[in-house]
């Protein structure tokens, strides 16, 4: 099952970062970290796949992720600094979860 979708723009671009940064090993854990009112905020870092993961290789780079946080977002796209408007690199799930905020009229 594919759960990483990312252009060849995309690609270049986010694995330059990686090797600009000195990042040694291109094995990623996508880790859910929460949400504020307009959107959900993810960590991606050094992991290694467990038995409750699920991974992807895209080229040189490998994508980890818990099989729970998969089936709740339903994969990621990485977005490009051009393909995402100047905003710089993105990584965005495919679905999100209804905000339990009803605060703000933005929800």
């Known amino acids: 099952m594919s759960f990483m979708k990312i252009s060849d723009e ?7 970062f990686l090797v600009n940064t000195n990042v040694q090993d291109f094995s990623l854990r996508i880790t859910y970290l929460g949400r504020n009112c307009k959107e959900v905020t993810f960590n991606l870092d050094y992991g ?9 290789k895209v080229k040189d780079i490998t994508f980890i992720i818990d099989k ?12 490009s600094n051009n ?4 905003q710089g690199l993105e990584l965005k ?3 999100l979860p209804e905000s ?3 605060a703000c009229p933005g929800c």
């Open 48 to 56: 290694v796949k467990n038995d409750n993961d699920v991974s992807e």
């Open 83 to 86: 393909e995402n408007k100047g």
């Open 10 to 16: 995309a690609y270049d671009e986010f694995k330059s």
């Open 100 to 102: 339990p905020c009803a």
């Open 68 to 79: 729970e946080s998969l089936e709740e977002f339903e994969g990621f796209v990485i977005l």
């Open 93 to 95: 799930a495919v679905k």
